[in-house]
């Protein structure tokens, strides 16, 4: 079993950039594809990014592609979501994912949140006009 911690979400102003972290504990993330979503007031949650467990294979919402990217690795069991170029549109709590996938190829990911087995609590970002 994982536990995963968002953080980095804030307000920003439209064109601003954050850096959401996710950090797991309880087990190595090398055998989880992971992904972010994310939930507006009113809304169903939503696919944002997510990555291969060998952190090899990414995948985008079309609305991010190109100003978000999703990492890996570069701190021991934590996964990074750049969101570059925002909008008020992005504003949402966004949430980290894991998806259990020892079993499965290292390029596969998902982009269903129904595939995901453990999510974090949320992070805030709230992005202003």
């Known amino acids: 079993q994982v536990q995963l911690v968002e953080s980095g979400g804030g307000l920003v102003q439209a064109g601003g950039s954050l850096r959401l972290s996710c950090a797991a504990s309880g087990s190595t993330l090398s055998t989880y594809a992971m992904g972010w979503f994310r939930q507006a007031p009113g809304k169903e949650r939503e696919f944002v990014a997510a990555i291969s467990r060998s952190g090899a294979v990414t995948s985008y919402a079309g609305s991010v592609k190109g100003r978000f990217t999703i990492s890996s690795g570069e701190v021991k069991n934590t996964v990074s979501l750049q969101m570059n170029s925002l909008s008020p549109e992005d504003t949402a709590v966004y949430y980290c994912?894991?998806?259990?996938?020892?079993?499965?190829?290292?390029?596969?990911?998902?982009?269903?949140?129904?595939?995901?087995?453990?999510w974090g609590q949320g992070t805030q970002v709230t992005v202003s006009s």
């Open positions: 994912a894991a998806d259990r996938a020892d079993y499965r190829s290292g390029s596969y990911y998902s982009t269903s949140r129904r595939e995901y087995d453990y």
